[in-house]
């Protein structure tokens, strides 16, 4: 039988640690790739450092790129500030990163055409979620094309699938997914503003979405706050 792999990009958050619980449950050897993108804090970071290992990755890289000289982002450029309390009103909000999923995505697909994985899980979601572009289905299924025309793999007959898990979930059914399948979230960091400790502000959209998500699913929120 042959060993099937896929490769997880993995953020340290809630939605990345819950895509890697379902790729291994779903009988592939994941390879989880996290990102330094120029981001306000490296608590993300650190937590992907926990969750790969708990949730049994095969391998766990770091890739640095400097998102951050880019600008245009509240997640990148510490001028522009995070909004605090709800943002689905607005078309798209300040902590929307441009080119971030784009990038990740063709980090993770080199990965996945040297690794030989047939399979790349990204944990993004079209329900509850802030109203990023690169989030949508359309999206995505426009990258698989990319994938398929970009790669040798694709030129000689292989198939990269995006896979995306959590993309017509609520947080709240993401939550208990990933709760039955052992994920510690105690161990995830989600917040756009995080201190060096990982605690959340409690106040940003990310958290607000997390808390809810919680509350909905009749499950302890063990998410720590340094201020709410």
């Known amino acids: 039988m042959s060993v099937r792999s896929a490769v997880v990009l993995l953020s340290g958050g809630l939605d990345s640690a819950t895509a890697l619980a379902i790729a291994r449950s779903e009988g592939y050897v994941c390879h989880a790739l996290s990102v330094a993108y120029g981001q306000r804090h490296s608590a993300e970071l650190d937590a992907s450092v926990k969750v790969a290992k708990r949730l049994g990755a095969a391998s766990h890289r770091l890739i640095q790129v400097n998102l951050d000289l880019i600008g245009g982002s509240a997640l990148t450029d510490p001028s522009i500030a995070v909004p605090e309390g709800e943002t689905s009103g607005i078309a798209i909000p300040v902590t929307y990163v441009p080119a971030r999923n784009t990038l990740f995505l063709s980090l993770a697909m080199g990965l996945a055409e040297v690794q030989g994985a047939e399979a790349l899980y990204i944990g993004v979601n079209a329900v509850d979620y802030s109203g990023y572009p690169d989030c949508r289905p359309e999206f995505i299924a426009a990258f698989e094309k990319v994938a398929q025309l970009a790669t040798r793999a694709g030129v000689e007959g292989g198939h990269l699938k995006i896979e995306t898990p959590l993309i017509a979930l609520s947080k709240a059914d993401i939550i208990r997914r990933g709760t039955a399948l052992g994920v510690d979230f ?43």
């Open 186 to 228: 105690a161990e995830t960091v989600s917040c756009y503003q995080a201190d060096s400790e990982g605690r959340a502000c409690g106040r940003c959209d990310s958290c607000r979405l997390r808390r809810e998500g919680f509350q909905a699913a009749g499950i302890a929120d063990p998410t720590r706050y340094f201020s709410i």
